[in-house]
């Protein structure tokens, strides 16, 4: 059961990241709109587009920066507390401070859930909505791929490659495909100057068409200055869009990574890191919440001012250490589940030492 103490503190952590969430992400919104208008202007994006792109962009931006809002408010209303000596009255009457830290428990395990709800499941529909609306209005198909030596496997016999790959055009450059029949052999292999894809005909065009068949110890070439015909795979599924992890829900993430490792694609550590992120999050509500009372459930000279100023810090530090390791798992070998899990150990260990230190 909940005692009056338990309800008091729990209702100012909630009411207070509420508050601040609801107060910010205007805010955050009309910055982003005063700055992107006149590209949206200049490229004649609709009005009512532009609202839902607003609404998915408040979604998308705000669920970016929970964990900071959850930790500066944690930090101002601890900071209250202390500054009115509410936090010396609550433990002089006998509650330990491992006791006191149990609402604040509860408040983190209900924002937890919140943000695993939003990130599996709210999130991902909403970036859909926001990248296409910022890659067709305000970066105009400047879409971020990978775009040379691109290797996919179909299925377990057939393999295709690209030198280049031109995603405004839709053309890809030195085209192959080969096919091994089940004993892993080579049956047949096709080449091209490029792959286009033709959307009045359905089909794909290949130019300077090459195919060489192998029978037994003979092999059967045929060429063709042009050839229409169908493939098993969409145009655009030779590179998929380095946001494509963002847009799937919690069950389409799964299937779209094991999808890619069979593909071999080459960023794969791009949408693994999306998917880890995504189980972290609510580990950081916890993290960042027993740091913040850690640091001001002690009255200081300088107050709430000194409190804030060092939880903005914190943050920024966290934001850095959160960066420098996700770039260095998607662009090189480092390990996707060790890029998410090392700033949260650190801060982590941070917190255990603040909260020991807290106690006495």
Request: net charge positive.
């Amino acid at each position: 059961m909940l005692s009056i103490i338990d309800k008091y503190i729990l209702k100012r952590y909630l009411v207070t990241f509420s508050v601040m969430l609801l107060m910010f992400i205007p805010i955050g919104i009309m910055a982003h709109l005063a700055e992107q208008l006149g590209r949206m202007q200049d490229n004649e994006a609709p009005l009512d587009e532009i609202l839902i792109y607003l609404s998915n962009f408040s979604i998308y931006i705000g669920s970016m920066l929970i964990p900071i809002f959850l930790f500066l408010s944690v930090i101002f209303f601890t900071s209250k507390l202390a500054s009115n000596t509410e936090i010396v009255a609550i433990l002089s009457s006998g509650i330990s401070f491992n006791r006191f830290l149990k609402p604040y428990l509860i408040g983190s395990t209900i924002v937890a859930v919140f943000m695993l709800v939003m990130g599996m499941f709210i999130v991902p529909y909403a970036s859909v909505g926001f990248n296409e609306f910022t890659f067709k209005y305000l970066k105009k198909g400047r879409q971020d791929r990978v775009t040379e030596n691109i290797f996919n496997q179909l299925n377990a016999n057939d393999f295709i490659y690209v030198s280049r790959f031109d995603p405004t055009r839709e053309i890809g450059y030195n085209f192959t495909m080969e096919h091994f029949n089940d004993e892993n052999q080579l049956e047949y292999k096709l080449s091209a100057a490029n792959i286009r894809w033709v959307p009045t005909d359905s089909v794909y065009r290949l130019t300077s068409f090459v195919k060489r068949t192998l029978v037994g110890e003979t092999e059967v070439l045929e060429s063709k200055p042009r050839l229409d015909t169908i493939f098993p795979f969409k145009i655009n599924d030779l590179t998929p869009v380095s946001y494509i992890a963002e847009t799937k829900n919690l069950f389409e993430l799964d299937k779209f990574i094991a999808d890619q490792k069979r593909k071999g694609a080459s960023n794969i550590n791009t949408y693994i890191l999306v998917k880890y992120k995504r189980w972290a999050l609510p580990v950081t509500a916890f993290i960042l919440t027993f740091i913040a009372v850690a640091v001001s459930s002690q009255k200081r000279r300088g107050g709430m001012g000194v409190n804030l100023a060092f939880g903005i810090f914190v943050a920024f530090i966290y934001v850095f250490f959160d960066r420098v390791f996700g770039t260095l798992a998607e662009q090189s070998g480092f390990s996707p589940l060790l890029a998410v899990v090392t700033p949260n150990l650190i801060f982590g260990v941070l917190g255990f030492y603040l909260i020991q230190r807290a106690k006495r």
